[in-house]
């Protein structure tokens, strides 16, 4: 029974740093988008 399995961190690395990227583009994104000021509609002209 194999109950050990070898892994090599230095296989993974470049897996690990494109996960890793791809969060923080995500994450600038997110904050862009939470801190983005609230568009206000603009009442419509009706007249009487």
Known sequence: MDSFVYVNIFETKG???LL???FWVLFVF???YLSS???KR???NRRP
Request: aromatic residues 6%; glycine residues 0%; positive net charge.
């Open 15 to 17: 897996l690990e740093y």
């Open 20 to 22: 890793l990227l791809c």
């Open 30 to 32: 997110l904050i862009r």
């Open 42 to 44: 603009k009442p419509a």
């Open 37 to 39: 000021p609230v568009k």
